[in-house]
């Protein structure tokens, strides 16, 4: 019954900047771990970036400095602004979430959205 939507994606030349946003619909838990991956043609899924509850973030190292990801609670909304954007950064993104307060020890994500195109030109 939880679904997770995607929005903001688009095209964008590099060095530029874009907002994703993730509004999850019939989400019922207090707290959450939320997450964003990117998948590129031909290339394995990568975990960008987490965020819990009380807003403790880690990203993967490719984008540290740029990207920022963030959770509204009250709005159930999960956020990841990408600053200086690179060709390499161009990719489906998916956001996805876990009922956890904390985002420590969480290995699997039950809820996945339908992903946002990102794509980053020359």
């Known amino acids: 019954q939880v679904q997770l939507v995607e929005s903001g994606g688009g095209s964008v030349q590099a060095g530029g900047s874009l907002r994703l946003s993730c509004a999850a619909i019939?989400?019922?838990?207090?707290?959450?771990?939320g997450a964003w991956f990117r998948q590129a043609p031909g290339k394995e899924r990568e975990e960008v970036a987490r965020v819990d509850s009380d807003g403790r973030a880690t990203y993967t190292d490719s984008v540290k400095g740029r990207f920022t990801i963030s959770q509204d609670n009250a709005k159930n909304t999960l956020y990841l602004q990408m600053n200086s954007l690179k060709p390499e950064d161009t990719a489906m993104y998916y956001c996805?979430?876990?009922?956890?307060?904390?985002?420590?020890?969480?290995?699997?994500?039950?809820?996945w959205g339908q992903g946002t195109q990102v794509t980053v030109s020359s």
């Open positions: 996805a979430a876990a009922p956890y307060r904390t985002c420590a020890y969480v290995r699997e994500f039950p809820y």
């Open positions: 019939g989400y019922s838990h207090m707290w959450y771990c």
